[in-house]
C-alpha cells in the first residue's frame, strides 16, 4: 500500500480512532470478567467498543467517576446483549457475565442519576462553547466523525490511552473463495538445517534455537497443569493420565491489524502489546506470533491454555476431546475475516514453522496433530462445526512440512455427526476435501446400517455427549460459567 492510500476509504485494516478513557476500559474489562471464551470476549470488545464512538467523548465531561463509570456500564451492558442476540450459543455463555452487570448496574445507576443535573449542564455549557467557537469545528471536516473529533479536542487532557485493544468493524462485502492467502516458502534446499535442535543460547526473557527459533519469554506465566485422558475409538475412556502436549492447535488472535509500513511503528507496536497482555490476563494461548515474526511464549508449555473451546480431533484409535489440555495454542496475530484469514507475513511463516519444529522434536508431535482451530471446533449444543473458524481455509500446511488437514476427513463429522448451516456454507463458500470425505463416510455407514442419516447424526452426537460427560472437567474448561485465577 503507497502511502498516498494511507486513511483512505480503501483502507483495509482499521481506521484512526480516539482511544477509549481508562476508565471505559477498566468498565469494559470488569464486565467482560465473567466471560471465559477470550475470542468471544474479544468479539464483545470490538461490538462495545465500535459502538462506543463519539458518545464517550461527551461523558468524559462528567465530572463525577462514579457517574462516568455507571454509564459506561450500562453501554457495555447493552454492548453485551447485542452481542448474545445474535448467537445462542454467546448469550449462554455471557449470561453470568450479564447478571454480574446487571445488578452492579442497578445499583450504581441510582447514584448515577443523582449526578445527571451536572452532565446536563455542563454538555449545555459545551455545546455553547462550540457554537462560539465555529472555526474549530468546520477545520476538521463534516459528518459525526468531526463533532467527535471536536469534542476529543476540547478534552484531551481527559483522555487516557488504554491497555485494551480497539479491532475494527468488520468489512462488509469481503469478497469469499479467494485463494489461501499466505505466502508459501521455497523448499528448504538453501543453508544447513541442523538435524536435531537444542537451546543455543539464553537470557533473562529469551531462549534462541539452533534453527534461528528465538522466544520472548518475558509474558511467560504458569496456568492449570495439563491432566487428560483420551478415548479410543471404541468409547473406551482410556486409562491413562496424561500431562505433556500430544498436538499444536493453530489460530488467529481476531485483533486490530495496522498497515506495515513506516510511519506505523507505534500502532503497530502498541496494538502486539496489547494484544499479549490480554493473551497473558485471558491465558488464551501458549504461544503468540506477532507480525515481524517475533515469538513469544504466554502460558508455559506445561500448563493447559484457554484456547480450543469445544472440539474434536482424531488419530488412529485415539479420539480427543479436551483440546485445551491435549494441545498446544499457537496464535499468529492476524483475523478471520470475510471466509478467509487475513495474510500472515512471511516472517511470521518462517517463526512460525521454526516454533513448529521445535515443539514437535520436543514434544514428538505427530505431524497429523498439527491442526487448525477452525478444523476442530464444534458447537456441542447446536451439533454444528466450525464455531471458531481461524484457519478454517488457508493454513500453509505444506510450507510448514505438514500433511494437508483440509485433506483428511474431519473427525467431528465422520465420529460423531456433527453438521454447518446455511450461515456456514454463506461464510466459508464450499466444503473443503476432507469435509465432503467425512460426510461420504457418515452417508456411507446410514446405508449400510439401513437407517437415516438423521438418526445415524443423532445418535452419534448423543455419543459425543456421553463421552464428554465422562472426561474430568478442569476449572474454567466450560465457558462463561467460572472465573479463572489470573
Ligand atoms: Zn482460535
Redo the contacts with the bound molecule.
Sequence with gaps: MTAAARGSPTERYRRERPPVSRECGEELTRITDDIDDP?VKLRYLQKALNEDGDKSALVQLVPIPPARRAWYRLKGLRALDAVADADEEIAERTLAARKTARRVVVGASAAAMLFVPVLVAIVAWQVNRWRSEPEQVASVGSSTEANATAIEATTAPLSVPTTLTTPAPVEENTPVNQPPVAESLADDDVGIVPSMLWLADRGPDWELYSNGLRIETAYTVKGTPRDYRVHARDGKLLPTKLDRPIGI????S?SDLWPLEPGYEKELRKGSEALLRFVKREQAYNYMIDRFGRVYRIVDDDSRAN???HGVWARGDEVYLDLNSAFL?V?FESR?EGGRTLPITRAQLIAGRNLTHYLRQRFAIAPEMCVT??LA?VSPKRGLIGY?L??ARGFPFKAFGLPDLYAQPLPSVALFGFTYDSEFLRTMGERWPGLIAAEQQLAGEARQRAISLDDLRHERQAEYRRWRAELPTPAGDEPGLANRNR
Excluded at 249 to 252: I, P
Design positions: 475470542i492447535l493453530f489460530h488467529t481476531e484456547h480450543a473451546g495454542g496464535s478471520w482451530h477452525g471446533s471458531h481461524d484457519w
